[in-house]
Structure formats: C-alpha cells, structure tokens
C-alpha cells in the first residue's frame, strides 16, 4: 500500500550506550545508573498517517520479530498521548530495521519516534511539549533519552538527563550477532559494585581518539552477564578489535557490539570484512555526532 501523501516521517536512531554503570537496586525495583548515550549506525522509519484510530503495520527486515497488538509500545505511546492531540489517530508504519531485544533500544526509539510524529501529525513540535519527558518514562527507561536521540549523561533509572556537546565526527560500525539477550535474564545474573563512585559528565571531547581513550576509564557493566547468556558475544568484540576498532564494546544488555574507527574508510573496510566472515550477522556502518538531532533534515519531514 502507497504512503499517503500527508505522511509524517520519523527516523528512530539505535541508541548506543557508550558505557554503563549499575550503581545500586533500588526499593522500586529499577537500578540507579549512569551511562553515555549517542545515536547513530542505523535506524527504523516509521511512517504516520492521520487515521480514525491508531493502527500499526510493521514491515523490514525484522518486522517478523514484532507483533502488531495493543501492547506494542507504539500503540502504547500513542494512547498515552492521545488525550493532548485534537485529532486522535493516527496509521503508524514501521520499517524494522533494528534487530530486536540487541541492546540499542529499538522499541524505546521507536516508541519515541513515534511521540515526535504524532506531535508533528497534530500541528506540534515535540521540543514545546510540557511533562513529555515525564511521559515518555512511563513508557520505558530508555524513551526519554530517545525522544532527541542526541548525546546525552544518563542518570536514575534512565530519567534523569543531561544534554552534552556534539561529539566530534565519530564513525562506527555496529554488530549483532543473530540472538536475543533477555535484559531481565541479565540483570538477574549482575553482580551489583558496592561503593560505587558516581562520575560527572565528561569535558567535550576533540576526537574520535580522545573519545575512545575516554571510554578506556569505563565499563559496561551488563556485558559480563550478558557473555554468560550469549558467549558469541564475545567473538564479535574480537572481531572487532581484529579489523582495528579504537575501542569496541557491548552495548546496553546485549547483544549488539559497537567499534570506534578513525576514519570511515577504516568503518567501511570493518564492516565489509566482518559482514564477509559471518554473513548470518548483522553489521551496519555510521557515525554519530551527539547532536541533539542527528537526522534533522528529515525530522517531521512530509513525504
């Protein structure tokens, strides 16, 4: 079916945790954390149409790993917001580009993307939309941070943000190797640091390099336990490192990996050689730049 002419179209960046610390559990059962978030190296689309009711298709190359029920937090996200908006559906299509339940937040960022395009749907810019944050976190920890999909410190239980300087051109290659890591089943295996120190946000990097140095003083702390549940984990950061990374590491709980390169034909020679080795992964190429809008020709831009 053609996409309607009014359509609004929303990109979902992969949200890539740069590192991750687990502080502590918390009373309600989320753990506090901190971690640096950028944006890039792929992304779902979804397309949004004005609709008598909220509908959502899925379509790509994963498309098969969702279901499109009441509870996909697409439709959740819409319903939440549904109550601010004079027009009140809306067709939702989703290109599933993001390999699901892999640690760059797929559903969260879709979830988001599709808060913004409903926004945009209705006349609004998500930018000037008092409580959406507050919103957004009720949706999922990660939402919030995905709704600018730009480089930001994230603190609490993934609420608690703080816009950060662009990063300097930063070209990576991300990599999946074809299994699901339940996020519940890891943090089940965390072993929780006492004592933690918490960290402050880091001075505005220069370089890709100074970056990668930078992360050298981190951890993630779910890829011990995320190795346990998936030992091929392990292989992909190898592989990684093998082709040149300047630094390489898991990101959120797993599975996918990501690579820091100095350059993105060094990006584009990875990526060919990995996706060569082990044509059953996923590999994509890309960069990010922490800005607070990393597709900003193409943010709220109708077909």
Same mark, same amino acid.
């Given at each position: 079916m053609?996409?309607?002419p009014?359509?609004?179209?929303?990109f979902?960046? %992969?949200?890539?945790?740069?590192f991750?610390?687990?502080?502590?559990?918390?009373p309600?059962?989320?753990h506090?954390?901190?971690?640096l978030v950028?944006?890039?190296g792929a992304?779902?689309?979804i397309?949004?149409?004005?609709n008598?009711?909220f509908?959502?298709?899925? +379509?790509?190359?994963?498309g098969?790993?969702?279901?499109?029920?009441?509870?996909?937090l697409?439709l959740?996200?819409?319903?939440?917001?549904?109550?601010?908006l004079p027009?009140k559906?809306?067709?939702?299509?989703?290109?599933?580009?993001l390999p699901?339940?892999?640690?760059i937040?797929?559903?969260?960022a879709?979830?988001?993307?599709?808060?913004?395009g409903?926004?945009?749907?209705?006349?609004?810019?998500?930018?000037? $939309?008092?409580?959406?944050?507050?919103?957004?976190?009720t949706l999922?920890? +990660?939402?919030?941070?995905c709704?600018?999909?730009?480089?930001a410190w994230?603190e609490?239980?993934?609420?608690i943000?703080?816009?950060?300087?662009?990063?300097p051109?930063?070209?990576?290659v991300?990599v999946?190797?074809?299994?699901?890591?339940?996020t519940?089943?890891?943090f089940?295996r965390?072993?929780?640091?006492?004592?933690?120190?918490?960290?402050?946000p880091p001075?505005?990097? %220069?370089s890709a390099s100074e970056?990668?140095?930078?992360l050298?003083?981190?951890?993630?702390?779910?890829?011990?336990?995320?190795?346990?549940?998936?030992p091929v984990?392990n292989?992909v950061?190898?592989?990684?490192?093998?082709?040149?990374?300047?630094?390489?590491?898991?990101?959120?709980?797993?599975?996918?990996c990501?690579?820091?390169? $100095?350059s993105g034909?060094?990006?584009?020679?990875?990526?060919?050689?990995?996706e060569?080795?082990?044509p059953?992964?996923?590999?994509?190429?890309?960069e990010?730049?922490?800005?607070?809008?990393?597709?900003p020709?193409t943010?709220f831009?109708?077909?």
């Open positions: 053609a996409i309607r009014d359509a609004v179209r929303v979902a960046p %992969a949200k890539i945790n740069l991750l610390h687990v502080t502590r559990k918390r309600d059962g989320y506090d954390l901190q971690s950028a944006f890039g992304s779902d689309l397309f949004v149409e004005p008598d009711t509908l959502l298709t899925i +379509d790509g190359p994963f098969a790993g969702l279901a499109a029920e009441p509870d996909n697409i959740r996200a819409a319903r939440a917001l549904a109550d601010r027009e559906g809306a067709h939702f299509r989703l290109t599933k580009n699901v339940a892999s640690g937040g797929g559903g969260s879709d979830a988001a993307a599709a808060l913004r409903l926004l945009a749907l209705n006349g609004k810019d998500f930018r000037d $939309e008092p409580g959406l944050e507050e919103l957004a976190a999922g920890s +990660d939402v919030p941070v709704l600018a999909s730009g480089a994230m609490g239980r993934g609420e943000l703080t816009a950060l300087p662009p990063f051109p930063t070209h990576i991300l999946n190797p074809g299994v699901s890591v339940s519940a089943e890891v089940r965390l072993v929780i640091r006492e004592g933690e120190v918490a960290l402050s001075p505005e990097f %220069a970056l990668a140095a930078y050298q003083t981190t951890r993630n702390d779910l890829e011990a336990p995320a190795l346990d549940v998936a984990i292989s950061l190898d592989a990684l490192r093998r082709e040149g990374a300047l630094f390489a590491r898991m990101s959120g709980s797993g599975a996918t990501f690579g820091i390169f $100095e034909r060094k990006a584009e020679d990875a990526w060919k050689s990995i060569h080795a082990e059953k992964w996923w590999v994509r190429p890309g990010f730049r922490g800005t607070s809008a990393p597709f020709d943010f831009k109708r077909r």
